[in-house]
């Protein structure tokens, strides 16, 4: 792994590519999965001041206060992970939401520039149903969803500009 100055300079020499989620499913698979499934919260979440069993308005609450420097990745806005500067790092961003279609677009641009193919599009660390209906659930207060755009507004905008935001908060992409 490489530090985002250094992926910059590469970036005219070397083809990279992300996907990002939706913040608002991001979100709410991080609290599932980090603080009522495990009994033991990662350090650096409890560093935060997340905890085991918390609720859902205190979980956001405590992100919505914590600055970047301080945060779990698994939380971590993705434009601080894939931008610098105000610019984007990555040659290619797809959606985790449309992905198999964006894995055959990321195929062709490869091929195009003449980059060997990436092969089947893999499946790991799946968790949940593809419906995300939770999402819906835990977002029914619209306070909720105003702490996610101050939080991750930039995030919202770069990567989920086109889509409304009441269908990003139901974990519908439109």
């Given at each position: 792994?490489?530090?985002?100055?250094?992926?910059?300079?590469?970036?005219?020499?070397?083809?990279?590519?992300?996907?990002?989620r939706?913040?608002?499913?991001?979100?709410?698979?991080?609290?599932?999965?980090?603080?009522?499934?495990?009994?033991?919260?990662?350090?650096?979440?409890?560093?935060?001041?997340?905890?085991?069993?918390?609720?859902?308005?205190?979980?956001?609450?405590?992100?919505?206060?914590?600055?970047?420097?301080?945060?779990?990745?698994?939380?971590?806005?993705?434009?601080?992970?894939?931008?610098?500067?105000?610019?984007?790092?990555p040659?290619?961003?797809?959606?985790?939401?449309?992905?198999s279609?964006?894995?055959?677009?990321?195929?062709?641009?490869?091929?195009?520039?003449?980059?060997?193919?990436?092969?089947?599009?893999?499946?790991k660390?799946?968790?949940?149903?593809?419906?995300?209906?939770?999402?819906?659930?835990?977002?029914?207060?619209?306070?909720?969803?105003?702490?996610?755009?101050?939080?991750?507004?930039?995030?919202?905008?770069?990567?989920?500009?086109?889509?409304?935001?009441?269908?990003?908060?139901?974990?519908?992409?439109?």
């Open positions: 792994m490489t530090d985002k100055y250094s992926a910059r300079m590469r970036r005219g020499t070397h083809f990279s590519f992300s996907f990002v939706n913040p608002f499913d991001r979100l709410v698979s991080a609290y599932n999965n980090k603080i009522l499934e495990l009994d033991d919260v990662p350090g650096p979440m409890q560093a935060m001041g997340l905890s085991h069993n918390m609720g859902f308005p205190a979980f956001l609450e405590c992100i919505e206060g914590t600055v970047d420097a301080a945060m779990d990745v698994h939380l971590l806005p993705q434009t601080s992970i894939l931008c610098l500067d105000g610019q984007l790092i040659n290619f961003i797809g959606r985790l939401e449309t992905m279609t964006d894995w055959q677009q990321l195929e062709t641009r490869m091929k195009r520039e003449r980059l060997p193919s990436l092969g089947n599009l893999p499946e660390n799946r968790r949940r149903s593809d419906d995300h209906s939770d999402v819906s659930q835990y977002f029914a207060d619209p306070g909720l969803v105003q702490l996610v755009v101050k939080r991750y507004g930039d995030d919202l905008d770069l990567f989920y500009g086109d889509v409304d935001l009441q269908d990003l908060s139901r974990g519908q992409l439109s």
